[in-house]
C-alpha cells in the first residue's frame, strides 16, 4: 500500500474541492493513484446528487451576469433547499460561472426533457438527408443520425454542454460536485440570455 502524504491529500482537494478526510480515504482506497482518486470522488458526487434529486428545492438566488460592453446579459436561478446554503460564497459563484457559461454558449434549454422536440425533429430530418445525399447506405442511416442527435443535445442543453472554463468537466458535473459539497439538492430553474439587436 502506497505512503498517503500531506502533499498528496492537499492536491486531491486543490483538483476536487473534496474535504480532507475524504480525499486521504480516496487515496488509500486507490493506493495512491491520483487519477482513480479524482473518478471515486467525482462518483461519490454522483451518487449523493442522485439520493438527493427528490428534494424540494424552494430557496437560491437570481445571478446575473453582463458582457464587457453590455450588449449581452444573462439571468439565471439556481435553487437550493435551505436559505443557509444559498448565501454560501460557493452556491453563489458557482450560480455566477452558471451565468457566465449560458453567455458564452447559448444553450437552447436546461436539460434534455426541456429540449424542443420540433428543433429536434427538424435536426434529423437535415442529417438523414445529409447522410442519404452523401451515398450513406439506407441501413446505417438511422444510427448516423441518432449519433448526430447526441452531439447536437450536448450542445444545446446547458447541463450537457462542457463547461467553458474547463471542458473536462460539464455543467452536470459541476453541479453533482456542488450538491456532495453542500449536502443538498440544487437546481438550475431557469435562464434568460439577452443580446442587443436579437
Known sequence: MADITAAMVKELRDRTNAG?????????????????AVDLLRQKGLAVAAKRAG???SEGVVQTYIHAGNKLGVM?????????VAK???????????????AATNPLCINRE???????????????????DSGKPEHIVDKI???????????????DQPYVKDPDLSIQDLLNDLVAKMGE??????FARFKVGE
Open 185 to 190: 439538492n440544487i437546481t438550475i430553474k431557469r
Open 20 to 36: 480532507m478526510m475524504d480525499c486521504k480515504k480516496a487515496l488509500q482506497e486507490c493506493d495512491g493513484d491520483m487519477e482513480k
Open 76 to 84: 439565471v436561478e439556481v435553487n437550493c433547499e435551505t436559505d443557509f
Open 55 to 57: 428534494r424540494a428545492t
Open 114 to 132: 426541456e429540449a424542443p422536440q420540433d428543433v429536434i425533429e427538424k435536426e434529423k430530418e437535415i442529417y438523414k438527408k445529409q447522410a442519404l
Open 145 to 159: 443520425v441518432d449519433g448526430r442527435i447526441e452531439k447536437f443535445l450536448k450542445e444545446i442543453c446547458l447541463l
Open 88 to 102: 454560501t460564497d460557493q452556491f453563489v459563484e458557482f450560480a455566477r460561472n452558471v451565468a457566465m457559461h449560458i
